[in-house]
């Protein structure tokens, strides 16, 4: 199988309103990132995701685009994102841009010819009908927007300002590829495809994920635009399957690099309920399940997986499933130690490396987020007490990803010297912050520094057999097998010490949060106790 370099790389996502202020707006900028860029060279990622900075008027800040080939006035210019680039590739980190083309802003300039003149060519880049049907869209209430001036209905899977692209139009197709070659030719190194598996839509049949030609598109989008070039694809696919994801991934299939998959995330709430239903507690054999079938299914060379936690539309790990009192650095080591030694790229998401929380949202008035504001709204029509809303919002509301990233214990954590940050800073960032983190040879910081480092060094990482281990329920514990090594990881994923039964044969320890030792002396484990050691 051909190696890429996104086999052995791990991936730092900034969501950009939210990293650094350079110009004292309140809201992060791309001179920001710039001037964190040695930050996180000296975490050692490989490369970075940027959430959109496109033009946008920001309804769902950023995947509403509203011109694919400029820079949002919010965050800089044309010359910023050059600058970051160059930035950048001098320290060796690449970029990643976010794709946005399941829908585009209702200011684009081609939704406002549709709109304008119904008989012009943009008209079909979007979805119209005379009638709608009961399709809802994933933010709330229908997925069709009347549109007074041609009397039809468009479709809008998310944001009434977030009108869908029709993809059965070629040339909106070849408009697409374009502009991705466009970004390509700039010099940037991948793309994180939004929604992707919505493309296929058809919607009079209700078919909103996988349609019957979203791998027709994938396929002929990479033809024209990503053949030839070594660059990272990651698709947002809600609903894949394994089966689904060697589709996207598997290196014959000539398609994406790989997809983030949600099953594991599927365990934040009650089963086929709507995420708001949240559940309390981590069920660790349903994880240990998911996490096995995906990684004995997507053998080497058939698919390739992507690992994360966190993401700008989840709750911070460490408050849904992990401990933010007295384990909250350990609960974070052992759920990055867990992660990231399993096969796939793994992605961090801006402030997970120092054990960020969610944040005590008090009322409405301090969210921002479109889907949790109307999910308030529809919850409070349909007379569902305040506190109830604002206890699902504070677990599970995208919002909590997104206040900004604590650089100090100064006012507005270093991150803008504003009064007014566009969200609120996070009380606790006079513990937790960067500054700390660094000083702190002990901290989660430097464990996610040892475990990039361990990836790019070691094949095994990617080569190696994954084998579950059988282990009392709260325990997930795995090796990773070679021809000549096996490494054995191994996790306690609760606050409660854990019998250690497994027999094993020591050789060298990896990496590790406790006194390994210890553990084999007393065959137990200690809270959130995690280690991963070559063994015989
Ligand atoms: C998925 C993105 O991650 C999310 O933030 C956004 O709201 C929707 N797609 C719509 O673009």
Redesign the pocket.
Known sequence: MKKHWWHKATIYQIYPKSFKDSNGDGIGDLKGITSKLDYLQKLGITAIWLSPVYQSPMD?NG?DISDYQAIADIFGDMSDMDELLAQANQRGIKIIMDL?V??TSDEHAWFVEAREHPDSDARDYYIWRDQPNDLDSIFGGSAWQYDDKSGQYYLHF?SKK?PDLNWENAALRQKVYDMMNWWIDKGIDGFRM??IDMIGKIPDQKIANNGPKLHDYLKEMHQATLAGKDLLTVG?TWGATPEIAKKYSSPAEEELSMVFQFEHIGLQHKPNSPKWDYEKGLNVPALKDIFNKWQTELELGQGWNSLFWN???LPRVLSIWGDTGTYREKSAKALAIALHLMRGTPYIYQGEEIGMTNYPFKDLGELNDI?SLNFAAESLENGRAISEIMDSIRMIGRDNARTPMQWDADANAGFSSSPQTWLPVNPNHTQINVEVALADPDSIFYTYQKLIKLRKENDWLVDADFELQETTDKVFAYKRVTADASYLVVINLSGEAQPFDLDIDYQETIITNTCEFEVFEKLQLQPWDAFCVKVG
């Open positions: 769902d995947y946005v399941n829908h998310f977030q939004d929604v947002e993401n700008h539309d889907e």
